[in-house]
């Protein structure tokens, strides 16, 4: 007799889970949160693994460059996406893999825990001016505490033309 009411039973457990987690994730974002980005514009991959210099941004601001950023004191920086672009100037194949990494005492090197990796690389060889892109995006967010630092390893085909940027929230604590 109650298996009739399990499609509802679950339909508003699902509806009570899904606002609740709405509210948590989008309300802290609005009232307290700063946009954050790490980028690097035009690198030039290296065949072996490199650390990217990169510029924060905060709150449509620009930060001073550096390979290895720290997350602002008593806040939390939740990740949310990460997109990679290559883009070949001459008629050659072109590709780069970068990763994100994380340290949690101190400067961030080639070495320093992966969190994400992800990859591009231009299809064509035949034709100058191709660009490819790969973005992944992180759902509920990656979450890393004010005590760490972040960077951006690549490692890739000895070319110019590669960007990446990774973007989020840091929400002070």
């Known amino acids: 007799m109650i298996s009739k009411y399990i499609p509802a039973i679950i339909a508003v457990v699902a509806l009570v889970w899904f606002c609740t987690a709405a509210f948590v994730n989008i309300g802290p974002v609005i009232a307290t949160s700063t946009a954050v980005s790490f980028t690097a514009t035009n690198f030039?991959?290296?065949?072996?693994?490199?650390?990217?210099t990169l510029t924060p941004t905060r709150n449509f601001v620009s930060g001073s460059t550096n390979t290895s950023l720290t997350v602002t004191?008593?806040?939390?920086l939740k990740l949310q996406g990460i997109c990679v672009v290559v883009a070949n100037?001459?008629?050659?194949t072109q590709g780069v893999v970068v990763?994100?990494?994380?340290?949690?005492?101190?400067?961030?090197t080639t070495s320093s825990?992966?969190?994400?990796?992800?990859?591009?690389?231009?299809?064509?060889s035949a034709s100058s001016a191709i660009a490819n892109s790969s973005c992944a995006y992180f759902g509920d967010g990656l979450e890393l505490s004010g005590t760490n630092q972040i960077g951006i390893s690549q490692i890739g085909t000895a070319t110019a033309g590669n960007d990446v940027t990774v973007w989020g929230w840091e929400r002070l604590l």
């Open 99 to 108: 990763r994100v990494r994380v340290n949690p005492t101190g400067a961030v």
């Open 89 to 92: 100037a001459g008629a050659a």
């Open 44 to 52: 030039t991959a290296t065949g072996t693994e490199a650390m990217v």
């Open 73 to 76: 004191a008593n806040s939390t």
């Open 113 to 124: 825990p992966v969190i994400v990796s992800i990859g591009s690389g231009t299809l064509n």
